[in-house]
């Protein structure tokens, strides 16, 4: 956690946008505040992003779980992160006055994170461990980001019955750290 209390102008939001097939919606003027985090409880990025919905883009969106978000920040004197995030969930906060502003915190996690609830590995190898995990990484979790893995000595013989991928990294490392001992 920071120790660092930041002001208005400190973090500058230069992207926030709810993506899919069927068009986008730019919350940028409407965002409220962030916490992108990663939990030792869940694989990947998560962020909690609250926006003010003064236009009711997000009551009237048909939104159907396949949306991305786009959000980019930069914090004075740091370099600028840039996330592309599955919507997990929206979850509405409250009315704001008599108007029909509403808040909502836009729930989000990595896209690999996504791809690990739905994408199972069912497969048998016969190669490197670090060569298997390239291929999770790559063909499960469908992961574009660069992933270092250090190169294994021998191959290994691994079934992995139907797993998430997540689950199947965690079962060969497991068999390398066995095999160290």
């Not at 997990?88 to 996504?114: D, F, P, T």
């Not at 469908?142 to 079934?159: G, Y």
Request: glycine residues 4%.
């Amino acid at each position: 956690m920071s120790d660092h209390n930041y002001r208005l102008g400190d973090v500058e939001i230069t992207n926030l946008v709810i993506q899919s097939e069927r068009g986008s919606i730019d919350l940028r003027s409407s965002f409220i505040s962030a916490s992108v985090y990663e939990s030792v409880f869940t694989p990947g990025i998560v962020a909690d992003l609250k926006v003010m919905d003064m236009n009711d883009l997000l009551g009237q969106a048909r939104l159907q779980g396949d949306e991305t978000v786009q959000f980019d920040m930069y914090v004075m004197g740091s370099q600028r992160a840039s996330y592309t995030l599955a919507l997990h969930e929206l979850a509405e906060l409250e009315n704001v006055g008599a108007q029909k502003g509403k808040q909502y915190i836009l729930k989000c996690v990595s896209e690999e994170a996504m791809y690990a609830k739905t994408n199972f590995v069912q497969k048998s190898y016969n190669q490197l461990c670090s060569e298997m995990v390239e291929d999770i990484h790559r063909n499960y979790l469908k992961s574009q980001k660069p992933i270092v893995v250090e190169e294994t000595s021998a191959p290994q013989r691994i079934v992995i019955p139907s797993r998430n991928p997540y689950e199947a990294i965690n079962l060969i490392r497991r068999r390398i750290y066995r095999d160290w001992e």
